[in-house]
């Protein structure tokens, strides 16, 4: 164990480091980075590892992609930018984490393996619903009421974000997959991957990530600029406070986050448990 929170440790360093000079990370960033990284490389082994960086890899890469016509279309909209601070990275990556602790030290029970995929695929999911959602040519909807409004409104949905919800999710379940699948034939273990891992990262992911719209579409903190336009934002960019108009005033978007990620986990573990897998 100690030897993988070593290796956690150099990895997650190195790829925050690189993630913070490519623009992606602040410093606080990048320490929460380095926070989770090796602390899911020490105590889950290097799949979990392989997992997280996955998620971040492809979410890094999808967030720099046309990122000048998302940052037009709904820049505004957005509680953060496209650098990930520390509380982004521990919202993202936090629960992966502790999760990972916990599987070290209990013994590897399953059901702590399933939360941790329908959290990753959660997260997954609703990066990549959000990062190209926005690009649809079709205005989004209201997932609550139907309704069209403006792009980047939290709690709208498209075709295309919700397809890429599901694509995220997807990923996340077959590389834990063919992660497991290689421990084993790298260890010398009979084969025999646990492939209900595919269905609960695909349930899990978009469960968390619909439980995300449906809590910015009713209970998450929301603000309206002086324009008149809806943020999630409560200051704006020159330092105004922002107008309080619906919600849970505490209720930002990094604990709708996590919120969604202890859903997405929660289905995750049903899933795997009416599969019959859990022992």
Do not use: H
């Not at 909209?77 to 602790?101: E, H, S």
């Not at 139907?146 to 694509?167: K, M, Q």
């Not at 010398?188 to 439980?211: R, Y």
């Not at 859903?263 to 448990?273: D, E, P, Q, R, S």
């Amino acid at each position: 164990m100690v030897g993988n929170i070593l290796i956690g440790l150099v990895l997650s360093s190195a790829i925050g480091g690189l993630a913070y000079w490519r623009g992606s990370l602040t410093v606080s960033g990048w320490a929460g980075a380095v926070l989770t990284g090796t602390l899911t490389f020490g105590f889950g082994g290097w799949p979990w590892g392989l997992l997280l960086i996955t998620f971040f890899v492809s979410s890094t890469l999808l967030s720099r992609y046309k990122a000048r016509v998302k940052e037009q279309r709904a820049g505004e909209k957005f509680d953060k930018g496209g650098k990930r601070d520390f509380a982004q990275a521990v919202a993202n990556g936090g629960i992966g984490a502790l999760l990972a602790t916990i599987y070290g030290l209990m013994g590897e029970p399953a059901f702590v393996l399933a939360a941790f995929i329908g959290t990753m695929a959660t997260v997954t999911a609703d990066t990549w619903a959000t990062e190209l959602g926005t690009l649809s040519t079709k205005p989004p909807r209201m997932i609550t009421s139907g309704r069209v409004v403006e792009p980047g409104t939290s709690g709208g949905v498209t075709v295309l974000g919700t397809s890429a919800t599901a694509v995220g999710a997807l990923l996340i379940g077959l590389a834990m997959f063919c992660f497991l699948l290689l421990e084993q034939v790298f260890s010398g273990q009979a084969l025999n991957p646990p492939w209900w891992v595919i269905l609960a990262g695909l349930c899990g992911g978009v469960a968390g990530s619909l439980t995300d719209s449906l809590m910015g579409a009713t209970v998450q903190a929301m603000y309206r600029y002086p324009s008149g336009k809806e943020t999630e934002k409560r200051v704006g960019r020159d330092g105004t406070p922002n107008t309080f108009v619906r919600g849970w005033p505490w209720l930002n978007n990094d604990l709708v986050n996590l919120i969604s990620s202890l859903a997405g986990a929660a289905v995750a573990i049903i899933i795997a448990a009416l599969i019959g897998s859990l022992v």
